[in-house]
Structures are given as C-alpha cells and as structure tokens.
C-alpha cells in the first residue's frame, strides 16, 4: 500500500467511529429544517422536490398524473388488437395530465417515427467500444455521443429566452425517446445475436418496433408497451430522476441529462438490480444443480445472502412499505401468460419466503418486492436471457419519465440545484449543543 493510501485508510477508520456515533446518538438532532440521520442518511424523507408526472404514496404506490397503472393502462388508447397503450399515447399524458384520443396518440406514433433514425457515427461509436462493456455504458455513451444534436443547446448559444426554453428542451426529449429503443436493439443485436441486424419497421409504434428490431415475436410487442409505461417515473427523488433533474437544472441539455441520469440507474441499488435478481436465482440453480428448490431451501440461499453482507435484489424501497404495483402488475402478466413458467415459480417462492426473512432480520424498512423483483422473469420467458441488458430496458423505460419533467423544469423555470453542505465537526457541536 502506498504512503498515502495507508495515511487515508487511518483517517478513514478514525473518521467511520464519529460517522456512526453521530447516526446512533444524533440522527434526530436538528440541523436548519433537517436532522443529522437526514443529512448523512441521502436526505431520506426531506420534501425538497416537486413534480405534477407521478406521485409515489408509500402505501399505494405509484399514481401517473392522478392515475394508478390499472387505470393507466385502461384509459390509454391501444394499437388494434393489443392489450396493452401506445408508449406514444403514455408521453402525451405525462407531458400534459390529459387522455389522447386515438388519434392523437397515432398522430404522435407518426411523428415519432419521422424522429426514429440513429445517426452513423453513434452506430460508429457503439460498435468501436470493446464487446464486453456493459450495455448500460454502450447505451449511456450513444446518448451522450449525440449531444452535439441537441436543439436545446444550439438555442443556448444563439441566445437564450427562459419563457421559450421549454420548447427546444421537448424538442430533445421527443428525439431521444424516439431513438432509444433503435439504439437499445442495435446495442442487444450486437452484442448477443451475432452482430445481426434488424431494420426498422414505420409500419409500427414504438414497443411494435422494438419487439421487431429485438427479434422478438408476438405478444413481445406488448411486453415492451408494459414495460416501458411502468418503469417510466416514480416521483424525483430517485437516484436517475433526480440525477437528471439536477444535471439538467445548470442548463445542460437533455443529451448531458439523461446520460447523467442513466449512469445512476446503472447502480446495482437502482435499476440494475433487476439483472441482479436474475443473476441471484441462476447462482441458485447452478447450485441445485437441476434439482428444483424447496421452500426450506430457498430460505437457506436468502439467509446465506444475507450473512455474507450482501442484499437481497429486488426487495426494500426507499420510499414504499408495501408490495409495489410495479411487481403487481408484472405478477399478473405472469399469471396469465407464463403460470408454469420456472422462474416465475422460483421468483414467486420467493415472495413466500423473503419478506418474513427481512423482518426478522430486522434491518430493511420495507421487507416488500420492489419492481426489480419480477421484471426479468417476463424476458427470460420470451427469449431475452442475457440479463446484463436488463437495466437497459428499465433506462428506455425511465427516460420516458425523466424528460417529461426537464421538460417541465425549463417550463418552470427551476433554477439550479444547490442543497448546502456542513463538516463533520459541524455536525458534532450541533450535536453536543442538543
Ligand atoms: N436486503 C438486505 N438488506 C436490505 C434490503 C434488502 N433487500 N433492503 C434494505 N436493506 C438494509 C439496507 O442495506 C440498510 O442496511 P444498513 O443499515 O446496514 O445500511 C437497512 O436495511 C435499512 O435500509 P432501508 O432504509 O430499508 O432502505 P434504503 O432506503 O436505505 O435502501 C434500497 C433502499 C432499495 C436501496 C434497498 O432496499 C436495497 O438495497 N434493496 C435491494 C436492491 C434493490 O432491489 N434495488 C432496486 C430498488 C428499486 C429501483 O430503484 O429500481
């Protein structure tokens, strides 16, 4: 270890002691309009962020634009024939709170397609990163890559108008939502289906699209629509929503934004988790060695989870106590398409078996399935095993929502975020003085 790594790792150890003892003894000490156990604890609970796209209820879960997902999901108009909205639809109710009629969700399945077309050099980008690099990086590069597109930016630096900033902002969003699914598909072609490509179809919407430029047949179409509605938004305050929120409050544009916003949906504690789920039961199954689980035994394989310090995936929120609808509405997707599928019997044991397990561990607030939990037993169904391109899923999902709000931010005209930070030291004589 070099002289300076073994000086910090010193400072380290002394500084953990005053952390934790802050956090033990002092969490409920004020510090202005929050306490100590927020301020070092990631500002759980602090109300400090607006938006009018979703409300997450820690009970119900949650509500887009008013709407839970049944209700989105029913009152959206659908392509004929399928069960599930038009994505294009969904944009227009995020963006404005109101029900397109069918025409007006088929007009903007029009205009997204005008918009579809990646340009070269990202294709040219994608394919000069080395084939190993995670899909979440490829993806999170081509966004970035295509900044120098951005309509926000070249009206920046023409002059900018606050009142009229929200237009060329829209104008990046409806680009990039438009084009991810293409980048998306060409980034999963090239990687794990020999490089062979899928042009694609303007005869379809947005999740027909996809489904076909993934190579994946009917009823995939609908899996898509389902999937990219319920990952789309959950308030600000999670890491990508907030995340681009705050890249996008210096002016940066939507380009910077989301790409920003998808590094942080790339952490294993957010959206990646729902490769990690995938991940976790294969590391099961390899151990049964094509035994099927028992109850008893996947109670074992939780609780040696558990013991070796590591996180159960897919379970806890930050902000829910109750099983999330997201899972829910997964679940019934499950039940009816794939009741007999194998794992979906294994992630449904699980939801026998987990949440008893994590009370009595004692330590996660919300001992429910998250989103993640179920997310990737629909793909592997259809044929999408390669679950390292799960996140990605979630990411063309979750842009959907986080534009639709930088959209709204410029709108507003929210300024730049900038929360105050206080020292340790700080922190201790607030403490002392309580
Ligand atoms: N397994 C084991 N321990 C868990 C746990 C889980 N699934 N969920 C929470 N805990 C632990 C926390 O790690 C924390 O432990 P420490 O005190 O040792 O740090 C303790 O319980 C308290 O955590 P919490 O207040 O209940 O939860 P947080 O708000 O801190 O974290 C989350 C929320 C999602 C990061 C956490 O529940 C977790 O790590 N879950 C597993 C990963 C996951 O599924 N993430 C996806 C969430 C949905 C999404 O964003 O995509």
Redesign the pocket.
């Known amino acids: 270890m070099s002289a300076l790594k073994q000086k910090l790792a010193k400072k380290i150890e002394e500084h953990r002691v005053r952390t934790t003892k802050l956090l033990k003894e002092h969490a409920d000490v004020k510090i202005g309009d929050v306490t100590i156990g927020q301020a070092i604890g990631g500002a ?1 609970g602090v109300r400090m962020l607006v938006t009018d796209i979703s409300y997450l209820d820690p009970m119900e879960g949650i509500r887009f634009r008013g709407m839970t997902i049944p209700e989105v999901m029913k009152a959206l108009p659908k392509p004929d024939g399928k069960d599930y909205p038009y994505v294009e639809g969904f944009w227009y109710l995020l963006l404005t709170g109101d029900i397109p009629t069918k025409a007006e969700a088929k007009e903007l399945v029009e205009e997204f397609k005008e918009r579809r077309a990646v340009p070269q050099y990202v294709i040219d980008l994608l394919r000069a990163m080395p084939r190993d690099s995670h899909p979440m990086t490829m993806f999170s590069a081509a966004v970035l890559a295509m900044q120098r597109e951005s309509k926000f930016a070249k009206f920046y630096a023409d002059g900018f108008n606050k009142m009229t900033a929200w237009e060329p902002m829209y104008e990046d969003a409806t680009d990039l939502i438009a084009k991810l699914p293409s980048i998306a598909a060409y980034i999963y072609r090239m990687k794990y289906k020999g490089d062979i490509h899928i042009p694609s179809d303007k005869n379809l919407d947005m999740g027909g699209d996809f489904a076909n430029m993934m190579g994946i047949a009917e009823p995939y179409d609908d899996v898509a629509r389902m999937y990219f509605i319920i990952h789309s938004d959950h308030e600000s305050g ?1 890491v990508s929503a907030h995340t681009t929120h705050l890249v996008a409050s210096a002016l940066s544009d939507a380009y910077y934004s989301l790409s920003a916003g998808l590094n942080g949906l790339a952490g294993p ?3 990646l ?1 729902n490769q990690e789920v995938l991940r976790w039961l294969q590391d099961v199954m390899d151990k049964l060695d094509g035994k099927e689980p028992t109850e008893e035994m996947m109670k074992k394989f939780v609780w040696d989870t ?1 013991n070796s310090g590591q ?8 902000v829910l106590r109750k099983t999330d609808p997201r899972y829910q509405s997964q679940r019934d997707f499950c039940l009816k398409h794939l009741p007999n599928d194998e794992i979906f019997k294994y992630v449904d044991m699980l939801y026998k078996v987990v949440p008893d397990i ?1 009370r009595e561990h004692g ?4 001992p429910w399935p ?3 939990a179920q997310s990737g037993v629909i793909q592997w169904f259809y044929g999408l095993r390669e679950y390292d391109f799960y996140t990605v899923l979630f990411g063309v999902g979750r842009a959907i929502g986080v534009l639709a709000n930088i959209t709204w931010d410029r709108a507003l005209g929210y300024p730049i975020e900038r929360p105050k930070s206080l020292t340790t030291a700080m922190l201790e004589d607030a403490a002392s003085k309580a």
């Open positions: 759980r999670n504690l957010h959206g988790a558990l996180v159960i995936p897919g379970y806890g929120h930050a994590l330590k996660a607030k919300n998250n989103v993640d």
